[in-house]
């Protein structure tokens, strides 16, 4: 990120593809004194990224609620099992993610899962 940063000292934005990359890019923005005015997103919804982002450090994560993934997978590996099919119709199934923003961070009150 250092490099980055002095290739490019007018950048404005980081987009992370995981939260620990969004982390590291704000600590290396902060060292450089670069921290004002750039917009540093990621992608996981991990705990110290929903901390970051209730902090004003990080502009947004994406929730990747695993374990009602988790929960699904099981659901139909179980169906499979007893029934030789997992009981949706497409084999491609759509997961739902959640942008988490100071605007609903306070959503989030246990990790990887929102608040219904």
């Known amino acids: 990120m250092q490099s980055l940063i002095q290739a490019n000292p007018n950048m404005n934005g ?7 990359m969004a982390l590291n890019a704000i600590a290396a923005l902060k060292e450089a ?12 919804g ?36 007893k029934n030789g099919e997992t009981g949706v119709d497409a084999e ?3 997961l739902y993610c959640l942008l988490i923003t100071p605007d609903s ?3 989030c009150s246990a990790p990887f899962i929102p608040d219904e």
């Not at 004194?33 to 996981?44: S, T």
């Not at 695993?66 to 499979?80: G, N, T, Y």
């Open 92 to 94: 491609k199934q759509p």
């Open 105 to 107: 961070v306070d959503n």
């Open 33 to 44: 004194g670069k921290l004002d005015g750039v917009i540093v997103g990621g992608f996981d």
């Open 46 to 81: 991990s705990p110290d990224a929903v901390e970051a982002v209730k902090a004003g450090e990080l502009a947004y994560t994406v929730l990747q609620p695993v374990a009602i993934f988790a929960e699904e997978a099981v659901r139909q590996a179980d169906s499979f099992i």
């Open 14 to 20: 980081v987009i992370s593809g995981k939260n620990e």
